[in-house]
């Protein structure tokens, strides 16, 4: 399993990715791929084989449904004024231990942090959303 990390989540995630034996886990940007269209990023996580990691849970779900066959899709859902590195590194550290032993074809996982800085985790198919 590899991770495309999203531009709006931190290149460490990718790295945090690798030091947990997921080597070939990147960032959008080291790919080139910044500021890009959300679809080319979806369509490049699919011909890649790369399970795309996101805060934009609505766009990329929308996108990534419309396809017949998907690597996975995590989604990092926060507050926006929780949202910062340590909080991204704990939520992705959430999904690497839900994902560690079981590809997410064709799921999504989404690890979701309200205000009061509880955590909620879902796995579902696309069919199920």
Known sequence: MKFLID???SPELAMDARSRGFFE????TW?????KADWAIVQRAIEDGYVLVTNN???????VGREAIH???VCLNVAHEVMG???QKRLFSLALDHLAQDDPIDEVLEITMT???SVRVNRSTLSAL
């Open 115 to 117: 205000r009061d800085r």
């Open 25 to 28: 886990s990147v960032h959008v």
């Open 85 to 87: 590195l340590a909080v």
């Open 57 to 63: 849970t609505t766009d990329f779900k929308r996108l």
């Open 7 to 9: 531009e709006c989540l």
């Open 71 to 73: 690597p996975g899709l």
């Open 31 to 35: 790919l080139g791929l910044g500021s």
